[in-house]
């Protein structure tokens, strides 16, 4: 944690606020949807690799 020296800045002004109330709120959305897609791709490519393991495994019984 830094300490900052902010005696003498606007902070302890009497000048009145401003309230900010256009911010863009996408970049959790934008992180979230990216770890979702993530996720699924991890699980489609899970689900491939155990279907092609699977049949590497049992195809000789199957056609021998």
Do not use: C, Y
């Amino acid at each position: 944690m830094s300490q900052h020296n902010i005696s003498g800045s606007e902070a302890f002004d009497r000048t009145p606020q401003v309230m900010i109330r256009s911010v863009k709120t996408g970049g959790l959305r934008r992180r979230r949807a990216r770890m979702a897609g993530a996720f699924i791709a991890g699980a489609i490519a899970t689900v491939i690799g155990v279907a092609i393991a699977a049949a590497a495994v049992f195809s000789p019984a199957l056609f021998g």
